[in-house]
């Protein structure tokens, strides 16, 4: 176990509607990133958290925001949902900018 | 743009028997590179990562070999156990700078070997 969890475990939303999902990171991790994992394919990089800002952004719109509280957890927030926004949303958390990353066990979101 | 991307999209192995996955990536600025062990209903798991100025890294059954005159970088598994089955990923890692000044690690991930060992 990494001592990254996620929360909730399965989520059921509708087209339009908004989600948050949520993090808490491994202990003395002060890096958190987002990943969106479509079924059969590999994580895909959403945006990074570091020091409660945004450090980095993948190729995700602007429906897709964060943020990092003082204790280094972690919310992801994706408005106006849509269909292919169906995935596993992982969380992981690091000791810095360029170190290895440890993963949480996910949030499968259905988006119908 | 930069990709990950594995040659072997499924491996069967007998018990015991020594396991190689390959991957290939494609931008020569990475400096770091991970693999990840993910398995049903679960996220990824780390294994064992390597820097790029390495080309040999061994831990616990697992080997991992990087040879950047060719970009590839393989997973080596020794006596492959029933429980090593699982989607097998390769990630490449480097630093991307930001309007801020600073810069964060971003991985990129190829799309999965799937590894069953039969026992």
């Known amino acids: 176990e990494t001592g990254v969890t996620q929360s909730p475990t399965h989520l059921i939303k509708t087209r339009g509607q908004q989600v948050t999902l949520r993090c808490s990171s491994q202990?003395?991790?002060?890096?958190v990133s987002w990943y969106q994992q479509a079924l059969g394919q590999g994580p895909q990089f959403i945006f990074q958290y570091y020091r409660e800002e945004e450090n980095g952004r993948g190729n995700f719109p602007p429906r897709f925001s964060g943020l990092q509280f003082p204790n280094y957890s972690s919310e992801l927030n994706v408005n106006a949902l849509e269909l292919d926004d169906s995935a596993l949303y992982l969380c992981?958390?690091?000791?810095?900018?360029?170190?290895?990353?440890?993963f949480g066990p996910g949030t499968r979101l259905t988006v119908t | 743009g930069e990709s990950v991307g594995l040659h072997l999209p499924t491996l069967s192995v007998q018990e015991g028997d020594n396991s190689i996955i390959n991957c290939a990536y494609s931008?020569?600025?990475?400096?770091?590179f991970i693999w990840y062990k993910q398995e049903s209903g679960k996220g990824p798991q780390f294994i064992i990562d390597?820097?790029?100025?390495?080309d040999k890294r061994q831990g616990q059954r697992v080997t991992v070999l990087l040879n950047k005159t060719v970009k590839h970088l393989s997973l080596q598994i020794a006596a492959t156990q029933p429980g090593d089955s699982a989607v097998y990923f390769c990630?490449?890692?480097?630093?991307?700078?930001?309007?801020?000044?600073?810069?964060?690690?971003?991985?990129?991930f190829g799309q999965g070997t799937i590894l069953t060992v039969h026992p």
């Open positions: 990630a490449e890692n480097f630093l991307t700078g930001n309007a801020g000044g600073t810069s964060y690690g971003k991985l990129t």
């Open positions: 992981a958390s690091g000791p810095g900018l360029a170190n290895e990353q440890y």
């Open positions: 390597i820097r790029s100025n390495m």
């Open positions: 202990s003395g991790h002060n890096t």
């Open positions: 931008n020569s600025a990475s400096d770091y």
